[in-house]
């Protein structure tokens, strides 16, 4: 590393002179119980730890984003199931995604560093370690890309719709292009200026959530005349997939809650600038999920009853609205006031904008861990750590552009992008599955940090391994019928994309640099010990 940073001081150096003299490295201050922990783990501190619990809790939740996830992937669920699929899918879900957080969450309490997935995957796998480690961090690294990518991508474009319900606005791909540059290039500016402004806005958006939330659910309350009752709202069908096997349609319902119930592995990538990660980030991941169950529900189950024409053609027509939102066409019909509407739209576009900032954020952290064990080509720039905002101001600015690439293809054909971001959740739910089956595997040889499961730690991760297996089957089968080129799931090629490209990048740079750290600055320990557990 170069002159970028000031790392403390490492742990293994040696003591004090008996002639008096005091080495440069033994002025430099005591390591905090955090730092001596990461050292523990083989880094030195370099980003600045900054960041509160709650913060740490903030950034997960705001990329899970329940005001974005439920409003933009709703009609999923309404065409595939209806109002049953929506308000009985999200809680089913949510009990097997937060066993997923459980498991997750205990590993993080052992491991609590920037890298996350990648780093647990590595020290957890009791052979071909670097392997593990390479093929988990590029599924975790292209997915968080495509994460960012579909997220301020959407955000754009609800954005355009409200522009066009208030000012007139008429949307095209080119308009929707230039403003998704926008918001995600403010989104690089912020990250930039230090993780206080993040831990900041991080709790901002926690709370532009919750109220959102409390606001848009009162309005759908108060404001209509007519509610669908508690048993339509939570048992009606309806199906536009073309497939005639009732489950098999719930099924495929459920991926708009698996779908928004992604990005809670950001709490991990933010650790080592969090204050007491070893309990903080671990609960960060739980509590984001849990909190998300619960307001989540509570916000679908308004939007729902709040339907005013329940028949099939009503579903129907509700589904292919003009707004692109049926939510938002919700609020039209139902609230009966235009100006209301488009204030609880304005209110889904503030929660998208801080979810996609949350995004960058965790994206570029974990870039920056990645890089900083010569992962990605151009290492050495991505792995720098501005010494005066204390964030990795290159590593934010590579995901920013990359994600910008991927989104590319929107100006041309919707379909391609979506094909090109369809990597987005199965290549992050690979990396969430694999550090949890290595962890199961370990067994007993695992010794738990100080946040974990206890007893209940095999039965939790064996339903979190099965679950993400079972799902991971559900996004790559047809979501429709018939199947065509708009309509083809083009998640397994995205994935296979991923998969080549990680085995190319192996042979071509990783066997020889990943984790052999020809630039030692970084370290605490000695590269060859780095996913060696100290204590076997």
Request: glycine share 8%; net charge neutral; charged share 10%.
């Amino acid at each position: 590393m170069s002159n970028e940073s000031s790392p403390p001081n490492d742990p293994a150096s040696g003591p004090t002179p008996h002639d008096g003299t005091v080495p440069r490295e033994a002025a430099a201050p005591a390591l905090s119980a955090d730092e001596a922990s990461l050292a523990e783990l083989g880094y030195k501190q370099e980003l600045k730890r900054g960041m509160s619990g709650f913060g740490n809790f903030a950034v997960s939740f705001s990329i899970i984003s329940i005001l974005a996830g439920c409003i933009t992937s709703y009609s999923i669920a309404l065409g595939s199931g209806g109002p049953a699929a929506i308000t009985i899918g999200w809680p089913l879900v949510g009990i097997f995604v937060l066993c997923v957080a459980l498991a997750m969450a205990e590993v993080c309490s052992k491991y609590p560093t920037a890298g996350g997935l990648y780093f647990w995957a590595g020290r957890l796998a009791k052979r071909n370690k670097r392997h593990w480690a390479w093929y988990v961090g590029w599924f975790n690294f292209l997915g968080e890309v495509a994460v960012t990518a579909a997220i301020d991508f959407g955000a754009a474009t609800t954005m355009m719709a409200f522009a066009a319900l208030t000012f007139g606005v008429v949307p095209t791909a080119l308009n929707t292009f230039i403003l998704f540059l926008v918001i995600i290039t403010l989104h690089g500016l912020l990250n930039t200026f230090g993780v206080n402004l993040v831990n900041l806005l991080s709790g901002v958006s926690a709370w532009w959530h919750i109220v959102g939330v409390l606001v848009i659910v009162a309005a759908l309350w108060i404001m209509p005349t007519k509610h669908q009752s508690f048993s339509w709202t939570m048992t009606a069908w309806h199906n536009e997939t073309g497939f005639t096997f009732m489950p098999f349609v719930f099924l495929m319902g459920l991926l708009m809650a698996q779908y928004t119930y992604t990005g809670y592995d950001a709490s991990a990538h933010v650790a080592e600038e969090t204050k007491n990660a070893s309990t903080a980030a671990p609960k960060g991941i739980v509590m984001s999920v849990l909190i998300s169950i619960i307001g989540g529900w509570i916000l679908l189950y308004s939007i729902t009853a709040a339907i005013q024409d329940g028949s099939e053609a009503g579903l129907t027509a509700l589904n292919a609205t003009a707004t692109g939102l049926p939510p938002a066409q919700v609020f039209l019909d139902a609230l009966n006031n235009p100006t209301m509407a488009k204030f609880l739209l304005f209110i889904v576009c503030g929660a998208q904008f801080f979810c996609g900032m949350a995004s960058v954020t965790a994206n570029s952290r974990m870039s920056y861990a990645f890089s900083r064990d010569d992962a990605i080509p151009g290492s050495k720039y991505w792995k720098k750590v501005n010494p005066r905002t204390g964030t990795p101001t290159n590593s934010i600015w590579l995901c920013i552009v990359l994600s910008s690439i991927l989104t590319v293809p929107a100006l041309f054909n919707e379909t391609a992008y979506l094909a090109v971001t369809s990597v987005a959740v199965i290549g992050l739910y690979i990396a969430y599955v694999a550090p949890v089956l290595l962890r199961r595997l370990k067994g007993d040889s695992f010794k738990p940090g100080p946040w974990n499961l206890g007893r209940w730690s095999a039965v939790i991760g064996w339903i979190a391994v099965v679950w993400v297996i079972f799902i991971c089957i559900l996004f790559v089968l047809p979501p429709t019928l018939p199947i065509t080129i708009s309509t083809f799931n083009y998640s397994p090629i995205a994935v296979l994309a991923v998969l080549v490209l990680s085995v190319v990048l192996w042979y071509a740079r990783g066997k020889k640099h990943f984790m052999q750290h020809l630039d030692k600055e970084q370290l605490a320990i000695d590269e060859k010990k780095l996913l060696d557990e100290i204590d076997d």
